[in-house]
């Protein structure tokens, strides 16, 4: 049987999420596309194993777990990214891999990502964009379409291998990937985005029809994993977990059916549920009680702008009844808000208004954004990076927001970003020749990166409690259970148990792995 490995692991910012200044954080979260992959690929007839948190193995332990697994019929190591690695982990990648590719020079190594910029650094012998599935299998069946990129090659599978939508996501563990209770999975209700969102730029958008899985194995694949495993949390990877109430109500059926209550995360589209007096009840039933919105805006100008036009005061209260609604029912809500800084129409007075209100009424809750970022090289990168369409029609002379500046006209270099109070990659990406020194009529780039400086020097980001998708890296451990972890915040959580906990956990996998 044909042999492969897939390394997976998530890298944390743990800046922001209140992790310490481990530059190497890990996530605990199990690598939902390599597992995804590697279940797809044994259905093919493959022998394939995931290697998980492999970013916490020293050279040492990388070497000796594949002199245990590499035989006569290995055929290639993958490397599955969810986004680009940085600092000291980015270092042992390229030294693992080089170190590989002397080692077994026969044996291909294959980066997967959602785009080719997130793997061009690693030394690979290809790599495979977007859902990539189909395009793994072609490359390695010598069918794949292959594109010479800045002399890398590359499969992008969502262009020349399409796997979205896709009927069958069910994703089968194995006993040597060694889960334990308080692991993380994720889950696929849908594969694929219904709509297009002009500053989103994710592949599979704007997609017709059906777009759901067979919510019959659904069932299944949660039942066998609690069954083996004790497993009980899921992380869902669905673009928007709410596009279509019928969706969620064959979900929240077969979850019904279960024999334990799920603690489930994930993208929810908060105008829908807002709108739609079912979404709540369905989510409710799925212990589907920790949300993350992409409301982008409180200013309902801009939001029409983007394509998500409802009425703010209509979204506010509604916002206030899920939040009721959820504690009344289920007796746990967490939600995470995300805006984007820049966008047209969008005053730094209106930005911050809605700041205070969101602040005023979920003291407890999560908030975060980011400036708008356009990709000035998108019309030439179009088929090989990610796209959204402001990227493709900002400077087209076309649009309201056809301006650009320069340093000149801000009166700024990025040498005088640290004493704004920025973050060191904001103003990194400020000298990222890919940004589009964008401007328009109230924001420009440069005021949108001082806005954000002064979201974190007036103290809005102070004592805010843990983002929903986040909530896993402190009850996978055991530091916290479903309970406490909502009453703590990124200020005052204990830093040291939790990073015991933590090493403790990885420890514990790579024991397994190591057969030690």
């Given at each position: 049987m ?5 390394l997976?692991?998530l890298?944390?910012?743990p ?5 310490g200044?481990?530059l190497n954080w ?12 590697a ?13 998980d948190?492999w970013?916490t193995?020293?050279?040492?332990e ?7 697994r590499i ?8 490397v ?15 030294k ?9 020079p ?10 080719i910029s997130?793997?061009?650094?690693l030394?690979?012998?290809?790599y495979?964009t ?11 069946n010598?069918t ?45 209700l849908?594969?694929?985005?219904k ?20 919510m ?5 694949e ?7 495993f004790g ?8 673009e ?5 109430t019928e969706?969620?109500r064959?979900?929240?059926e077969?979850?019904k ?6 603690n489930?995360?994930?993208?929810i589209?908060?105008?829908?549920i ?13 212990g589907?009680?920790?949300h993350?919105?992409?409301i982008e ?18 979204m506010?209260q509604g ?17 995470s808000?995300s ?6 129409y ?10 205070d209100w ?14 708008l ?8 990168l ?17 649009h309201f927001?056809?301006k650009?500046?320069t ?13 704004t109070?920025?973050r ?5 990406g ?25 979201m974190?020097?007036?103290g ?12 896993f890296?402190?009850?996978a ?12 915040s ?6 040291e ?5 933590t090493?403790?956990?990885i420890q514990?996998?790579k024991?397994s792995k190591?057969n030690?």
């Amino acid at each position: 049987m044909k042999h492969g490995i897939i390394l997976g692991a998530l890298q944390s910012n743990p800046g922001w999420q209140g992790l310490g200044t481990d530059l190497n954080w890990i996530s605990l979260k199990r690598s939902g596309g390599a597992h995804k992959i590697a279940s797809f690929m044994r259905k093919e007839g493959w022998d394939i194993e995931v290697l998980d948190y492999w970013l916490t193995f020293t050279e040492e332990e990388f070497q000796l777990f594949c002199k245990q697994r590499i035989n006569a019929n290995t055929e290639f190591l993958g490397v599955s990214v969810t986004f680009g690695y940085k600092a000291q982990i980015l270092e042992l990648c390229i030294k693992n891999l080089e170190w590989f590719k002397k080692e077994y020079p026969d044996i291909t190594i294959i980066a997967g990502s959602k785009a080719i910029s997130d793997t061009m650094m690693l030394p690979c012998d290809y790599y495979v964009t977007g859902f990539g599935e189909f395009g793994l299998l072609h490359l390695l069946n010598g069918t794949a379409k292959i594109t010479e990129f800045m002399g890398k090659k590359v499969i992008n599978s969502d262009k020349d291998h399409p796997c979205f939508p896709q009927k069958d996501l069910q994703v089968r563990y194995e006993d040597r990937d060694h889960l334990q209770p308080t692991d993380n999975l994720t889950l696929e209700l849908s594969r694929g985005c219904k709509f297009k969102c002009k500053f989103c730029s994710y592949n599979a958008i704007g997609l017709k029809g059906d777009i759901d899985r067979d919510m019959d194995t659904l069932y299944a694949e949660m039942k066998e994993n609690y069954d083996r495993f004790g497993i009980t949390t899921y992380h869902i990877a669905d673009e928007t977990t709410n596009d279509s109430t019928e969706k969620i109500r064959k979900a929240a059926e077969q979850i019904k059916k279960l024999p334990f209550k799920p603690n489930l995360t994930g993208f929810i589209r908060a105008d829908l549920i807002v709108s739609r007096e079912d979404d709540k009840k369905y989510l409710a039933e799925m212990g589907f009680w920790a949300h993350y919105y992409g409301i982008e805006t409180y200013n309902e100008k801009a939001g029409r702008v983007i394509g998500k036009g409802m009425d703010r005061d209509r979204m506010k209260q509604g916002l206030i009844d899920i939040n009721d609604y959820f504690w009344k029912e289920v007796g746990r809500y967490r939600s995470s808000t995300s805006i984007i800084i820049g966008l047209p129409y969008e005053t730094e007075e209106s930005f911050f208004e809605g700041l205070d209100w969101h602040l005023e009424n979920f003291p407890k809750e999560n908030i975060t954004a980011f400036p708008l970022f356009i990709n000035k090289y998108a019309e030439y990168l179009g088929d090989l990076f990610a796209t959204s369409e402001f990227d493709m029609t900002w400077n087209d002379g076309k649009h309201f927001h056809d301006k650009l500046i320069t340093d000149e006209e801000v009166g700024a270099t990025p040498e005088v970003f640290p004493n704004t109070g920025l973050r060191p990659w904001l103003w990194g990406g400020y000298k990222n020749d890919a940004a589009l020194p964008w401007s328009h009529d109230t924001f420009n780039w440069w005021t949108a990166h001082t806005t954000y400086s002064q979201m974190w020097t007036r103290g809005y980001m102070a004592n805010r409690g843990l983002m929903s998708w986040d909530l896993f890296n402190y009850t996978a451990p055991g530091t916290y259970d479903w309970d406490s972890v909502l009453d703590i915040s990124y200020d005052n959580y204990d830093v040291e148990q939790l990073d015991k906990d933590t090493k403790l956990h990885i420890q514990k996998y790579k024991n397994s792995k190591l057969n030690v």
